[in-house]
């Protein structure tokens, strides 16, 4: 059968049973009612099993340094970007009593092997959350290496309010955003909480496939 006779059939057949096309009476899945696109977020990425903690600029490094006590850290490790966030010395200063030995994540994996999987915790900033979804978006190069998200059992992701977009589209455009050349960076990471996966008798098991614990500390 020639393409002419298909689509002749085609025709015909609308012609004599045309379709009611009606519009649809549900709403967009993934779009949330919610106004506040931060605490939607907030709402969100506590349902993902992250801990969630409202900051502010005044008190961000107080904050992380309740963070990095509750869990007892020994070892920080960070990425060299985070001195754009975050007063690195005035962290130390703070953590003065508590032992705490900061790592700034700038050898190679194969340099710096034997004492990575030897530290705890990590702190990275995330260039932006995705308010209904409840994930943060982060990108690889060579300044937030991504190792850094995940070779650690707690992992604390910093994120500016004002870095909180609506959806995934919108995350996606603001990772080629910050990328240094202003096009989409070759290693882009989603987080949505603690790594968990349910591979072995459908049991759910946390901290197999990257960090144990994720706090994200809003600010």
Do not use: W
Request: net charge negative; aromatic share 6%.
């Amino acid at each position: 059968m020639s393409k002419q006779s298909i689509l002749e059939r085609v025709r015909d057949s609308l012609h004599s049973n045309p379709l009611h096309v009606e519009s649809s009476h549900y709403t967009n899945p993934l779009k949330s009612a919610e106004n506040d696109k931060v605490q939607e977020y907030i709402t969100l990425q506590r349902a993902n099993k992250a801990i969630v903690i409202e900051s502010s600029p005044t008190t961000l490094i107080s904050d992380i340094h309740k963070a990095l006590a509750e869990v007892e850290t020994k070892k920080i490790l960070y990425n060299p970007n985070i001195a754009n966030a975050l007063d690195i010395q005035a962290l130390r200063e703070a953590n003065a009593g508590a032992s705490m030995v900061f790592i700034p994540y700038e050898k190679s994996i194969d340099e710096s092997r034997d004492e990575l999987f030897s530290i705890d915790t990590s702190i990275i900033h995330a260039c932006c959350g995705v308010a209904n979804l409840g994930i943060i978006g982060i990108a690889s190069h060579k300044y937030a290496p991504r190792l850094s998200s995940l070779v650690t059992r707690t992992c604390i992701v910093l994120l500016k309010k004002a870095d909180i977009v609506e959806d995934f589209y919108q995350g996606v455009c603001a990772l080629k955003a910050q990328s240094e050349n202003g096009a989409l960076p070759t290693n882009m990471i989603f987080i949505a909480g603690p790594s968990r996966t349910a591979d072995i008798e459908l049991q759910t098991v946390f901290g197999v496939h990257g960090s144990l614990r994720t706090y994200v500390i809003v600010y």
